[in-house]
């Protein structure tokens, strides 16, 4: 493996976050994941995510002076990246609802309706995905606000926190 010098790794870096900024926001790469479902565009998302997680290895990622070792360690980080997207991403039906509505609820604007409001492309986010997930299984938007943007990321740092630790998740 080659030994990155003291600045190159970053300047390294740098040229890969500069290749990928021009090529994922071309037109066509654009239009092409817009016409995705949303696991469909959630899944290469997520993949390139991690892929870039265990890649980064490669040029000496390190979390706290721990060298990123393996794919247990980058799937724990994947995992805690996933839950801050989460929080931040602001793109969910949930979102789309609030923005068109001020409120959480609003009976003319449901989570299963507001797919018109929202682009594709936005809801194969990662709270988009979580949202779209929890609207399926309980149809209230407080309650999938709460399960979305409270319960899950909790969930997920709490696993992606072990893994990344290098333990197995045991429930005793």
Same mark, same amino acid.
């Given at each position: 493996?080659?030994?990155?010098?003291?600045?190159?790794?970053?300047?390294?870096?740098? *040229?890969?976050?500069?290749?990928?900024?021009?090529?994922?926001?071309?037109?066509?790469?654009?239009?092409?994941?817009?016409?995705?479902?949303?696991?469909?565009? #959630?899944?290469?998302?997520?993949?390139?995510?991690?892929?870039?997680?265990?890649?980064?290895?490669?040029?000496?990622? /390190?979390?706290?002076?721990?060298?990123?070792?393996?794919?247990?360690?980058? *799937?724990?980080?994947?995992?805690?990246?996933?839950?801050?997207?989460?929080? *931040?991403?602001?793109?969910?039906?949930?979102?789309?609802?609030?923005?068109?509505?001020?409120?959480?609820?609003?009976? /003319?604007?449901?989570?299963?309706?507001?797919?018109?409001?929202?682009?594709?492309?936005?809801?194969?986010?990662?709270?988009?995905?979580?949202? /779209? #997930?929890?609207?399926?299984? *309980?149809?209230?938007?407080?309650?999938?606000?709460?399960?979305?943007?409270?319960? /899950?990321?909790?969930?997920?740092?709490?696993?992606?926190?072990?893994?990344?630790?290098?333990?197995?998740?045991?429930?005793?």
């Amino acid at each position: 493996m080659y030994k990155f010098g003291k600045y190159e790794k970053y300047l390294a870096l740098a *040229v890969i976050f500069a290749v990928l900024g021009f090529l994922l926001t071309e037109a066509s790469f654009i239009s092409w994941l817009n016409s995705l479902t949303d696991l469909e565009g #959630f899944a290469f998302y997520e993949a390139l995510i991690l892929i870039f997680i265990y890649a980064l290895s490669f040029i000496g990622l /390190t979390i706290h002076n721990k060298k990123v070792t393996g794919i247990r360690q980058a *799937v724990g980080l994947w995992l805690i990246v996933f839950a801050f997207f989460i929080l *931040v991403d602001w793109t969910s039906c949930g979102i789309g609802i609030v923005t068109q509505t001020g409120t959480w609820t609003n009976p /003319t604007i449901t989570s299963q309706s507001c797919t018109s409001i929202v682009p594709s492309i936005y809801t194969q986010s990662e709270d988009g995905v979580v949202w /779209t #997930f929890w609207a399926m299984v *309980v149809n209230s938007t407080y309650l999938d606000r709460l399960l979305t943007y409270v319960i /899950t990321p909790f969930a997920l740092v709490l696993v992606g926190g072990l893994l990344a630790k290098g333990r197995k998740p045991e429930l005793k």
